[in-house]
């Protein structure tokens, strides 16, 4: 599968589309929001798409992500947060990465034949598994899309998913549904466009009625890049990713020796590419091509390249540890669950 750069990324903007990117990094440095380890081009242009490149709606939007990782303390979160529960989670919701596809995007798969949510909060409290899905992104962001995108040669910012329905009971299915309105609030307002594609698989013929309600709290085009499979699945997944690295119960031949869903095999794991992602171009490189031919904004007629590169000396930066840490854990959950954008 030959990898292309879609419409509304870098690589594939149309003049408009840059100018409203340049505005929109100009307004965020201007009112103080900017923070350099986390904003880079790829994640600005992530809220961009989410909002069709609405200058005015793009920036509420982005405001309100950064006003609610200062309240919750997301960076802090990240450093801090720990889950011991996870042997027991994993019992009743089994979920685990296990390498790329043939994009590079990170693999993930979610099983819920053992799903029971009253067993699932006996182990663990709505809030900590809340939180355990935002330190997912995190992990996503700041180390697993680097990684991949290191060891494909291009930017990787979405995964592909498998969601596994077999032997699922769908009263305990329908059961999560508030608790996925709220993961799907996360996702959809502070990680916009980290989904690539979902595939559920072994969807029983009754799941049609669930997937009516999942589908109305999504947005349409994160329901557009899902699609229902029955049990024959397989010729689409290897569409998509190479037999060696899907797991062999889903059609690949890779038969890991501790078991595919403990082996958290993938470029995030591998020194050589578990790093920070070399950029096609930086914030700074970016700006510098409109200084020969600064104009003014629409979203404050005085505010140009020149002010800011003044104001800018002034300005202590949002600041967010982004160290690399020890390997990444195992399973995490996925920044391209069903339930994300």
């Not at 919750?72 to 089994?94: A, H, Q, S, W």
């Not at 794991?269 to 490189?285: A, Q, V, W």
Request: hydrophobic content about 35%; aromatic content about 12%.
């Amino acid at each position: 599968m030959e990898y292309k750069v879609s419409s509304g990324r870098y690589g594939n903007l149309t003049e408009e589309q840059e100018q409203i990117l340049k505005d929109l990094i100009l307004k965020v440095k201007k009112e103080g929001l900017f923070c350099e380890e986390r904003h880079d081009i790829h994640y600005f242009l992530r809220f961009l798409r989410a909002r069709n490149f609405d200058l005015e709606k793009t920036y509420l939007m982005f405001s309100n992500c950064e006003k609610w990782r200062k309240v919750n303390k997301i960076d802090e979160l990240y450093e801090t947060f720990t889950f011991p529960e996870l042997g027991e989670v994993e019992k009743i919701y089994p979920k685990y990465y296990h390498n790329v596809d043939l994009q590079g995007r990170p693999i993930y798969v979610e099983q819920f034949s053992n799903f029971n949510i009253k067993k699932l909060f006996e182990h663990t409290s709505e809030d900590r598994l809340l939180n355990y899905f935002i330190i997912d992104y995190e992990i996503g962001l700041r180390r697993r899309f680097p990684s991949c995108s290191n060891a494909a040669g291009h930017h990787v910012e979405t995964g592909l998913t498998i969601m596994d329905l077999k032997d699922v009971s769908l009263l305990q299915f329908s059961k999560c549904f508030n608790f996925l309105k709220k993961t799907s609030k996360i996702a959809s307002d502070y990680y916009p466009e980290c989904m690539g594609n979902l595939f559920v698989i072994n969807a029983p013929k009754a799941f049609a009625m669930c997937w009516k309600l999942i589908k109305g709290i999504l947005d349409p085009v994160t329901a557009e890049k899902i699609q229902i499979l029955d049990k024959k699945y397989e010729k689409v997944l290897l569409k998509y990713a190479s037999p060696e690295a899907l797991p062999k119960i889903y059609g690949g031949k890779c038969n890991c020796a501790k078991g595919c869903s403990h082996s958290n095999v993938g470029p995030w794991n591998d020194p050589e590419f578990d790093k920070k992602e070399t950029y096609e171009i930086t914030i700074d490189e970016f700006l510098k091509k409109f200084e020969t031919t600064e104009t003014t904004s629409d979203i404050d007629s005085e505010f140009t390249l020149s002010e800011f590169n003044k104001l800018e000396m002034n300005k202590n930066p949002i600041s967010s540890d982004n160290t690399i840490a020890n390997p990444l854990p195992s399973p995490p959950q996925s920044p391209s669950s069903p339930i994300t954008n």
